[in-house]
């Protein structure tokens, strides 16, 4: 098994634990407290974004240019999510 792999398998069974279930092929919210959600959400984007970056550049075509665009994908899905009306006064988002 590919690191890669181990790390996925690691990831959906965290989304798993925090009440996160899979569905039509998508990750769907937990139906718990939806208040801790933007807290355990932005532990999960950081390390996305610190893999996109490592990633950025990579081969065309290769498993690390797959990977990286999952990960831009989910980042992307996550900010939409997130700040639904793009960046915040902070300048989030």
């Not at 208040?35 to 550049?57: C, M």
């Not at 290769?62 to 831009?72: C, G, L, P």
């Amino acid at each position: 098994m590919s690191n890669i792999d181990k790390k996925r398998i690691t990831a959906a069974r965290m989304l798993e634990e925090l009440g996160y279930t899979f569905a039509n092929n998508d990750w769907m919210h937990p139906t718990n407290d939806a208040a801790q959600a933007p807290a355990i959400t932005d532990a999960l984007h950081a390390p996305l974004v610190k893999r996109a970056d490592d990633l950025e550049g990579c081969t065309k075509g290769s498993n690390a240019d797959r990977e990286f665009a999952t990960i831009t994908d989910a980042i992307e899905a996550y900010k939409d999510v997130r700040w639904p009306l793009g960046r915040t006064k902070d300048g989030k988002g």
